[in-house]
T-cell receptor
Framework: LAKTTQPISMDSYEGQEVNITCSHNNIATNDYITWYQQFPSQGPRFIIQ???TKVTNEVASLFIPADRKSSTLSLPRVSLSDTAVYYCLVGLMNTGFQKLVFGTGTRLLVSP | ETGVTQSPTHLIKTRGQQVTLRCSSQSGHNTVSWYQQALGQGPQFIFQYYREEENGRGNFPPRFSGLQFPNYSSELNVNALELDDSALYLC?????????????FGPGTRLTVT
């Protein structure tokens, strides 16, 4: 079962790029890597998903090295509204019995 | 398009009681997952249902059980409640077996066990 580790917290300023890394040393061959954003008193919100290399969408990029033992969520030009907790999730194979493991979460604080 | 909804919003139960939480998945989504999130911690995977069959399970005891109905709505049942069961219970739905990673979460049910 994959175990994931993230930095507990990060601080940034508006307009900066933020990179949050998740370590998942025993990721399985079929596991996907997904990142979520969570605001207080709300459910997590899907940001981006990847399997390997680099994925980019309108809000973020996800970098996954060849060994897939870590992944990095990149948020370009953060704003105050990006202050939230960010989680990586490993698992969600497209076949078979699912075992899903959320990371420990990274609390991002964006200041003016 | 209606998002994932959960009921009730809040619930207070006594230790030893049983509770049923409900989830309506997003329209067209056939997969539902349940998570437990204790205060200040990340969500912990309880189980997942795909087309009414259990399709995955985390490290939770058998007193945590679930159901998925033909309309893909779902229930989480917890028997013999313990104080440590106090948490936010989240339901998430996914569009298909090919897009399981794309989970859409409901607002959660806050359960307090006294």
């Amino acid at each position: 079962l994959a175990k994931t580790t993230q930095p507990i917290s990060m601080d940034s300023y508006e307009g900066q790029e933020v990179n949050i890394t998740c370590s998942h040393n025993n990721i399985a061959t079929n596991d996907y890597i997904t990142w979520y954003q969570q605001f207080p008193s709300q459910g997590p919100r899907f940001i981006i998903q990847g399997y390997k290399t680099k994925v980019t969408n309108e809000v973020a990029s996800l970098f996954i090295p060849a060994d897939r033992k870590s992944s990095t969520l990149s948020l370009p030009r953060v704003s105050l509204s990006d202050t939230a907790v960010y989680y990586c999730l490993v698992g969600l194979m497209n076949t078979g019995f699912q075992k899903l493991v959320f990371g420990t979460g990274t609390r991002l604080l964006v200041s003016p | 398009e209606t998002g994932v909804t959960q009921s009730p919003t809040h619930l207070i139960k006594t230790r030893g009681q049983q509770v049923t939480l409900r989830c309506s998945s997003q329209s067209g989504h056939n997969t539902v997952s349940w998570y437990q999130q204790a205060l200040g911690q990340g969500p912990q995977f309880i189980f997942q249902y795909y087309r009414e069959e259990e399709n995955g399970r985390g490290n939770f005891p058998p007193r945590f059980s679930g159901l998925q109905f033909p309309n893909y709505s779902s229930e989480l049942n917890v028997n013999a409640l313990e104080l440590d069961d106090s948490a936010l219970y989240l339901c998430a739905s996914s569009p298909s077996s090919e897009r399981l990673y794309e989970q859409y979460f409901g607002p959660g049910t806050r359960l307090t066990v006294t």
